[in-house]
């Protein structure tokens, strides 16, 4: 026979294994949602996320980042483009320098441009293009990144008080199942981790 505090206890574990996995569940439906839509509208300027590089090149990861950025700035949503990203270890090359150089080969002339070689997190991305932002008088951005990324980046942008929209990359390289639900996992974990830290 199961003693009544036994009972009592499984049940409160039950119920609390059944409210996470309701919250996961709900989590990523809303991360999933916020990521299916472009919001993208006339700002000052277009935030890039950095993202890996390869030497002097993109990571298609972030090759598809800038790609985005500069079409919505050939659109003529924002006169400027802002890249961010530092410098990683192991690396001659930051991001921002990188993504700089890829909109000048594509077009984008140099003086709407401007970088940042700070940041290593989606945080200090933010944190520092807002610093950009303020000493060229920019008031209002556009974040790009994928789509699964955006709810938590704008979370962030709305922490820092960054007047800004979303934008997600509509050719982002996780677009196979096993790729998205691995970018789902992380992108849970960092939302959490965010939630606890403020990183």
């Not at 890039?48 to 003529?76: C, D, N, T």
């Not at 984008?108 to 290593?120: F, G, M, N, R």
């Not at 997600?168 to 996780?174: A, D, E, F, N, Q």
């Amino acid at each position: 026979m199961i003693h009544p505090t036994h009972r009592r206890l499984k049940k409160i574990a039950l119920g609390s294994l059944a409210a996470v996995l309701t919250w996961l569940c709900a989590l990523s439906i809303a991360v999933w949602r916020y990521g299916a839509v472009d919001h993208a509208a006339q700002s000052d300027c277009i935030v890039v996320l950095g993202a890996a590089v390869q030497g002097q090149e993109p990571s298609p990861v972030f090759e598809e980042r800038i790609r985005h950025g500069v079409k919505l700035y050939q659109r003529g949503l924002a006169s400027k483009l802002v890249f961010t990203g530092g410098t990683g270890a192991g690396h001659v090359h930051s991001e921002s320098s990188v993504g700089a150089a890829v909109a000048e080969r594509l077009g984008v002339p140099k003086d709407a441009i401007l970088t940042e070689e700070q940041s290593h997190t989606t945080q200090q991305n933010l944190a520092e293009a807002l610093a950009v932002m303020r000493r060229h008088g920019l008031r209002s951005a556009i974040v790009v990144s994928d789509p699964l990324h955006m709810k938590r980046a704008m979370m962030m942008a709305d922490d820092l008080g960054m007047n800004a929209v979303s934008s997600p990359t509509p050719t982002s390289r996780y677009r196979s199942l096993k790729t998205q639900f691995g970018f789902l996992i992380r992108e849970l974990y960092f939302f959490h981790h965010y939630l606890f830290t403020g990183d």
